[in-house]
């Protein structure tokens, strides 16, 4: 169900494209980093996410304190439990995660680098965090009369994030606190998705022009991501070549937002998509579990194509990792509701 109400926005093609990019990160995490799929999809597949974020950002209207409090609410909050769950699972399966002793270690790589042991992935949440009060500063500072006047800041940050990675060191302890740098690659991208869903009217594109840029699109992002460039990583601030870098990442952007708004109608895309952060977050444990499971010798999926292995297993682990993003979003549904409807002692009561 697609609802435009002011406390909660929903647009079924953003979630039918977060569900078609989530299969693209588990399919991402299954190949290694020299295979052409994987620079193909590490091409664009985070900087879409950010930029659907920004698609759906409406103008700040509150103020700092409080943007900051339901920010923390939403994206800190389930990064310290997945955080913890991750631990879990190294004590449970120490063997196949990195595991480390050293509290100094913990410390500096949940609480710095923002990036857990065994469920890394969730390095998304502090990112965003970052990144949203970056937008909501620049936001701020906007007249608000057109969003064009957006462009110059977002090609200003496109600069910077870039260039800043010259002066800042490979090594993850040397890289800025808490996904600050990642944070301020992704700005860039948060701020293109506003000002398209400010300028753009895509709910109006005919769908044949949506077709051809559903087959021209993935092939710009090829030519420029995969022939023209090397390694690129959101997570670690990799970025290549600037200039095919950005001409991959924003046409892979437009590639998610063309897929989602061709397939809309399919509304189980969409309820996948509605439950993209727990999805995204918990998708690499059940990965490593296919992938003990069932790439074993003797197995027949090790008769396939190698190029087809990774996209094969990535389906098992998506679709075990959907019911787990649906009993998160139960959970998270309910404590919110015992929480509004918690008791409040009445004013003035008895003393005694």
Not at 74 to 101: N, Q, R, T
Not at 134 to 155: E, H, I, Q, T, Y
Not at 217 to 241: D, E, K, S
Request: proline share 7%; charged share 15%.
């Amino acid at each position: 169900m697609n609802r435009n109400t002011p406390s909660a926005p929903r647009l079924a093609f953003v979630d039918v494209a977060k569900a078609l990019l989530l299969y693209l990160v588990v399919v991402g995490h299954a190949v290694g980093a020299e295979d052409p799929v994987f620079r193909f999809i590490f091409a664009f597949h985070m900087h879409a996410f950010f930029f659907l974020s920004g698609f759906c950002t409406r103008r700040p209207t509150g103020n700092f304190s409080r943007y900051l409090g339901r920010k923390a609410a939403s994206l800190l909050i389930p990064y310290v439990l997945f955080s913890l769950l991750g631990l879990g699972i190294m004590e449970l399966f120490p063997a196949d995660w990195k595991y480390y002793s050293d509290a100094h270690d913990y410390l500096m790589r949940y609480l710095y680098v923002a990036q857990p042991y065994a469920l890394g992935s969730v390095w998304f949440l502090p990112c965003l965090f970052v990144a949203s009060l970056m937008l909501f500063c620049v936001l701020r500072s906007w007249n608000g009369k057109d969003a064009w006047g957006l462009v110059a800041p977002m090609l200003f940050f496109g600069w910077l994030a870039v260039t800043l990675y010259d002066y800042i060191g490979a090594d993850q302890y040397e890289c800025l606190p808490f996904k600050t740098d990642s944070a301020l690659a992704a700005l860039p991208f948060l701020l293109l998705g506003f000002i398209l869903r400010e300028k753009g009217q895509v709910e109006r594109w005919k769908t044949p022009w949506l077709l051809a840029a559903a087959g021209i699109l993935p092939l710009i992002v090829w030519f420029a991501g995969v022939r023209h460039n090397g390694y690129v990583n959101l997570c670690g601030c990799y970025f290549g070549n600037r200039l095919p870098y950005y001409v991959a990442s924003v046409a892979g952007c437009l590639w998610a937002l063309v897929l989602g708004l061709l397939l809309r109608r399919v509304r189980f895309l969409a309820w996948i998509g509605r439950h993209s952060l727990p999805i995204f977050a918990i998708h690499s444990f059940f990965l490593w579990a296919c992938q003990k499971l069932l790439l074993v010798p003797g197995s027949p999926l090790l008769s396939l194509p190698a190029f087809c292995i990774p996209f094969v297993i990535a389906l098992p682990a998506y679709a075990a990792s959907v019911p787990f993003g649906w009993a998160w979003a139960r959970c998270e549904a309910l404590l919110r509701r015992a929480w509004k409807n918690r008791a409040v002692p009445a004013k003035g009561g008895d003393p005694a």
